[in-house]
């Protein structure tokens, strides 16, 4: 299968030299990172069988943000601010349950209905007449492709996520997205590293052969990264013919399905999807799964994602699922150090920058999307902290004019 991607070509003399190290530790451009880059493009939040039915909700908070996803007695899924117009308390505490007829705030007690609209307040004899719809609950834009929820909090850059995702629509429909459900729920892992060094160690694959003996073993040379176009990008490995050496992976493709309705290269391989700026959808013969990172901190992150698995599974499914999941478990433990030990390089006065391989142009196209947003991020010396704002405000304005 041609893919419209692949055939991109990597330009001579390109500038091999990655973000400056000071970007990896300052607060100024941390917050312009959370306004700029995370709450103005679409972030992942879950698929629709997370909430199947009416009065199923979940929770997504990011970028000092909180979302929440919520079905309809009316069937359609929504999204709002997970912010009471009260006074601002969490309509919902949990990160994800079933209401039966109406969310009620746990602060006082203010109930909406599941569009969002209030249903009354606690005590209203004690306010000026409400307006039901002008105090509803604050709509999200939302966006579900294939499935998949996206969210944004604000306005942004990129346009609607069925146009980003265009690319891959007709490869990834084989697997049938939209039928999944959930295997364990979301799961998250925090990390003592900045989103950027997770973000480089998953945009390349020239790490794979040396720190991830597993994914080696599993993939032998047929591993290729795309660069980052339009805000997306993919990645792809078949089977190695050879492949056996670690349990896990002996197992694993022993008993692994070739399903009917995937075409002949994707019946034995792992794909990849990555969407601008930090979220990645995988794809096996037997499940589809989504990871991201969520920014905490300059120098936390935590990691967050969900796996699904097709309905009426059958035990052979199950079995590789589970040995995927070994493999991506060691995967991931291997990839926590890696983004420890870069991150905290930074730091140090001998580093001197990154050179980067042909084979890591993902890494500097996804720098380039960051740049893109962020013109301080030209500056190969940090700015004064209290001027850095000011100065990527004048460089978009000098960019936009």
């Known amino acids: 299968m041609s893919h419209p991607l692949r055939d991109v070509r990597i330009p001579r003399n ?35 069988s997370d909430i199947p039915q009416s009065g199923h909700y979940f929770t997504f908070d990011i970028a000092g943000e909180r979302a929440l996803i919520l079905r309809g007695r009316d069937g359609v899924v929504r999204a709002f601010h997970n912010m009471c117009r009260h006074r601002g308390s969490r309509v919902v505490a949990d990160e994800r349950g079933h209401c039966r007829n109406a969310l009620v705030c746990p602060f006082h007690g203010w109930v ?35 499935g998949f929820i996206f969210v944004r909090f604000k306005e942004g850059p990129q346009p609607a996520v069925r146009e980003l995702m265009q690319p891959f629509a007709e490869e990834f429909s084989h697997y049938r997205p939209e039928t999944v459900v959930p295997a364990n729920g979301f799961w998250t892992q925090v990390s003592p590293v900045n989103w950027k060094s997770v973000r480089d160690v998953d945009n390349e694959g020239y790490h794979v052969a040396m720190a991830h003996p597993a994914l080696q073993d599993l993939y032998g040379t047929t591993y290729y990264d795309e ?128 050179f980067l391989s042909d084979l890591e142009y993902g890494v500097r196209t996804h720098h380039d999307h960051l740049r893109k947003v962020l013109p301080v991020l030209d500056q190969e010396t940090a700015p004064p902290e209290e001027e850095m704002a000011a100065l990527n405000a004048a460089l978009l304005a000098a960019t936009a004019s």
């Open 227 to 354: 660069p980052f176009v339009n805000g997306v990008s993919r990645s792809y490995a078949s089977y190695n013919p050879h492949a056996g050496r670690r349990w896990s992976v002996r197992h694993y493709v022993r008993i692994a399905e070739e399903p009917e309705h995937l075409p002949p290269d994707l019946k034995k391989a792992w794909v990849y999807y990555g969407l601008f700026p930090n979220a990645v959808i995988a794809t096996t013969p037997e499940s589809i799964q989504f990871y991201q990172e969520v920014p905490l901190s300059p120098s936390r992150t935590m990691l967050r994602g969900a796996i699904y698995h097709y309905p009426n599974e059958t035990r052979r499914a199950r079995a590789a699922r589970y040995l995927a999941s070994r493999i991506d478990r060691d995967t991931t433990a291997e990839d926590v150090q890696l983004t420890i030990w870069s991150n905290e390089s930074m730091l140090s006065r001998a580093f001197e920058g990154f």
């Open 112 to 146: 909406y209905n599941l569009d969002g609209t209030l249903r009354g307040a606690a005590q209203p004899a004690t306010f000026p007449d409400l307006a039901h719809e002008a105090f509803r609950l604050r709509p999200l834009d939302l966006e579900i492709w294939m």
């Open 14 to 48: 390109w500038d091999r030299r990655g973000l400056s190290a000071w970007s990896y530790h300052s607060q100024a451009l941390f917050e312009l990172e959370l306004e700029h880059v995370f709450r103005r493009h679409w972030q992942i939040a879950g698929h629709i």
